[in-house]
């Protein structure tokens, strides 16, 4: 019988989120390019044979870096994501490429990583524009000095609202920078939490693999036990 362990959800530490968060954008452009790549590139030369090759690495591909995102959510996140797939049958290659295509758990991994460029990107952004503007509101009173004409000007240059010339008059904005600096960190451990959540739903077993799980390791022992 196949038993599953809960994941673990719970706030990842700020170090390790914030590493996560940065690593989904170049992760998501790489597995982006390759399933679209592989993708058009199988399906289009599919009538000639030559596209079988193609689909059938991308497949086995998509299987091992969902193996890999697993650990990597484990390692980051301290979230356990159980391995969802069916039991391959010992012999013939024939049947194990049945299991592979008719196992949920390929075309769940195969969303995942199609959604993963899109969603590093909008976590890209607003961790690097959340951190930059915190960083620069708490540096502000130490290198307002060393701008063009010795002093920071809001909104810009053109437009001079507000002139910080002074340490004194960056002080309120440096407080506000360590203001910001608070919600950035609770925003990337906030949106760390719900990425290793989507990586739970998408990459765990559903309630209908376990039992399709618990099927397969049955008839597999059953035939062990059948040709001894």
């Known amino acids: 019988m196949v038993t599953v362990s809960p994941a673990k959800r719970r706030h990842p530490p700020f170090g390790r989120a914030l590493a996560f968060l940065l690593l989904n954008l170049p992760l998501g452009i790489l597995?982006?390019?390759?399933?679209?790549?592989?993708?058009?590139?199988?399906?289009?030369?599919?009538?000639?044979?030559?596209?079988?090759?193609?689909?059938?690495?991308?497949?086995?591909?998509?299987?091992?870096?969902g193996r890999m995102e697993r650990a990597r959510v484990f390692a980051l996140l301290d979230t356990y994501v159980d391995s969802p797939y069916l039991p391959l049958p010992p012999?013939?290659?024939?049947?194990?490429?049945t299991t592979r295509l008719k196992d949920g758990a390929t075309w769940r991994d195969l969303s995942y990583f199609f959604l993963l460029f899109p969603l590093g990107l909008a976590e890209f952004v607003?961790?690097?524009?959340?951190?930059?503007?915190?960083?620069?509101l708490v540096a502000l009173p130490i290198y307002y000095r060393f701008l063009p004409e010795g002093a920071w000007f809001f909104p810009g240059y053109d437009v001079r609202w507000i002139t910080v010339d002074s340490a004194v008059s960056a002080l309120p904005w440096a407080a506000l920078g360590v203001l910001?600096?608070?919600?950035?960190?609770?925003?990337?451990?906030?949106?760390?939490a719900l990425h290793g959540g989507l990586a739970v739903a998408l990459l765990r077993p559903t309630v209908s693999q376990r039992r399709r799980m618990e099927r397969s390791w049955e008839q597999l022992d059953g035939m062990s036990a059948v040709t001894g």
Not at 127 to 135: C, D, Q, R
Not at 180 to 192: D, N, Q
């Open 31 to 65: 597995s982006f390019v390759l399933i679209t790549v592989l993708l058009s590139a199988g399906a289009g030369t599919l009538v000639v044979w030559v596209g079988v090759p193609l689909l059938a690495f991308l497949v086995l591909l998509t299987r091992g870096a």
């Open 91 to 97: 012999e013939g290659q024939r049947a194990r490429w």
């Open 126 to 136: 607003l961790v690097v524009t959340f951190w930059a503007t915190s960083l620069s």
């Open 180 to 192: 910001f600096a608070a919600l950035s960190v609770a925003l990337t451990r906030g949106l760390a």
